[in-house]
């Protein structure tokens, strides 16, 4: 019997009911949060890999299957069947496998036919996205060879059976319009590559905007700090989204940074013209939010990570204006140096003491230039492959 003025707690009831509510409120929380896991799972591979034993990096291809081969056989990691022999050496190719030449697709499918052998041996092969690319899925075919046209006319690969007419039925009707404006030679290209068609969808699935390998940052053209602030994870997600004809998952903070941080810490392209929304801005989010087939304002411009040159200029001094921009990028990005394409060189060299390599020597048969490959090796520190033996990378490094 209870006492005067004194209530029984039913103690049992209480804890049952708290167990409740808090079972709802995680519930609850967890519900809220689930677009930022949907983000992480969309975003595909991390942008940020452990380092590797040996590290290898070549240029821009533009459709020429025979000098691919040609400098991974410099670098000992294909045999003279085109078969995987690197074991656990991992190859980075920087992007810009279209435009120029007649073998864009077959280059694609070595890539990727290639990284499955390496895989299978520990190793990796990457490659990147540049403006080539970036363009192609924006159905701009200004530097589209014949060849590259009769290329896309092929029921192979990802264009086996009736994959383009399937394609072409599920465009949005701008993009429809698009497509049938274009001459008929050219339809069958823009069936494959406008956002969301089958080889876009190839790009977006394996390739990549920027890719760092324990210190080592890999972009097409170049990043700065303030595309290092929009994040990394956040770049790469956002063109895999427009690639794929997708809308991107709202981004309101970064992913973590960098588990493996440092401890240290010849041009005839023109680019096209950017609209007027600001790269970053809410204008430019909201119109890419109205429009999944609307390129990111990121990757417009010539100061775009798939357009820029700064650091590749030919005569860059450590004690420049860019050199210093780049020194910020990377003590953002928590790595020690990165690797560029795009613009062609006539060697593979280093600039701003060492903290950029340019590794674009125009290696196809449209520029005719050097077939040479970057290497970065516990054993062997930063080295070249050539057509004339191995060179060491200090002497090739900038003033």
Not at 204 to 215: F, K, N, S, T, Y
Not at 279 to 300: H, I, M, N, Q, R
Request: charged content about 25%.
């Amino acid at each position: 019997m209870a006492s005067a003025g004194l209530t029984l707690v039913d103690w049992k009831r209480t804890c049952e009911d708290a167990l409740h509510r808090l079972r709802a409120d995680v519930l609850a929380s967890l519900w809220k949060v689930r677009p930022a896991f949907a983000r992480v799972t969309a975003a595909g591979p991390s942008v940020r890999r452990p380092a590797v034993r040996r590290l290898l990096a070549l240029g821009d291809v533009h459709g020429d299957l025979a000098s691919l081969r040609k400098c991974l056989s410099l670098a000992n990691v294909i045999n003279e069947n085109g078969e995987w022999i690197g074991g656990d050496a991992v190859v980075v190719q920087v992007g810009d496998v279209f435009d120029r030449g007649d073998a864009e697709r077959a280059v694609l499918h070595f890539l990727d036919t290639l990284d499955r052998q390496a895989r299978e041996r520990g190793g990796a092969v990457y490659r990147l996205l540049g403006n080539h690319e970036v363009m192609n899925v924006d159905l701009d075919f200004r530097y589209v060879t014949p060849g590259g046209f009769a290329e896309f006319r092929r029921r192979d690969w990802e264009l086996a059976g009736r994959a383009l007419e399937k394609a072409y039925r599920e465009l949005p009707p701008v993009l429809r319009q698009r497509v049938k404006a274009l001459p008929r030679e050219q339809r069958a290209r823009a069936m494959a590559l406008a956002p969301g068609c089958p080889t876009a969808r190839l790009l977006a699935e394996r390739g990549q905007l920027v890719l760092i390998i324990g210190d080592t940052l890999f972009v097409h053209g170049g990043l700065r700090p303030d595309h290092v602030a929009y994040g990394l994870e956040r770049l790469n997600a956002e063109t895999r989204a427009w690639m794929e004809r997708r809308a991107a998952a709202a981004w309101s903070t970064r992913l973590p940074m960098n588990p493996w941080k440092a401890t240290i810490p010849r041009i005839t392209e023109s680019v096209p013209r950017v609209g007027v929304a600001r790269f970053g801005s809410t204008a430019a989010a909201a119109a890419a939010a109205a429009d999944v087939s609307s390129k990111p304002e990121f990757l417009k411009g010539s100061r775009s990570p798939v357009w820029m040159r700064t650091y590749s200029a030919p005569h860059l001094r450590s004690d420049s204006d860019a050199c210093r921009e780049l020194e910020e990028t990377l003590r953002r990005a928590g790595v020690r140096r990165m690797v560029v394409g795009h613009t062609p060189q006539v060697v593979i060299n280093g600039a701003c003491r060492g903290r950029v390599w340019r590794v674009d020597t125009g290696m196809s048969a449209a520029y005719g230039g050097a077939c040479e490959v970057l290497e970065i090796s516990e054993t062997h520190g930063i080295r070249i492959f050539t057509d004339h033996g191995v060179v060491r990378g200090e002497r090739r490094l900038l003033p």
